[in-house]
């Protein structure tokens, strides 16, 4: 899927991501919070969109994710 979106992140980046949320590596956080910690989203200026990515978990995140975000 792709998007407009200016936020970009490496392909090879987010798989490795999923393999550490696989692997367990985020205990005690939801999908979204353990990926925005992961990229220190909290650097970027606009995070009204980001908000709602922070809180989400499951599919909703992953699905917030592939929406927010252009993988190169």
Same mark, same amino acid.
């Given at each position: 899927?792709?998007?407009?979106?200016?936020?970009?992140? &490496?392909?090879?980046?987010? &798989?490795?991501?999923?393999?550490?949320?696989?692997?367990?590596?985020?205990?005690?956080?939801?999908?979204?919070?353990?990926?925005?910690?992961?990229? &220190?989203?909290?650097?970027?200026?606009?995070?009204?969109?980001?908000?709602?990515?922070?809180?989400?978990?499951?599919?909703?995140?992953?699905?917030?994710?592939?929406?927010?975000?252009?993988?190169?």
């Amino acid at each position: 899927m792709e998007n407009d979106s200016s936020l970009q992140i &490496e392909r090879a980046a987010y &798989e490795e991501f999923r393999c550490l949320w696989n692997l367990g590596n985020f205990e005690q956080q939801r999908l979204g919070q353990a990926f925005y910690n992961h990229f &220190e989203l909290h650097k970027i200026t606009d995070q009204a969109a980001l908000r709602s990515l922070y809180e989400a978990d499951g599919e909703k995140a992953s699905s917030l994710i592939l929406r927010l975000f252009h993988l190169h």
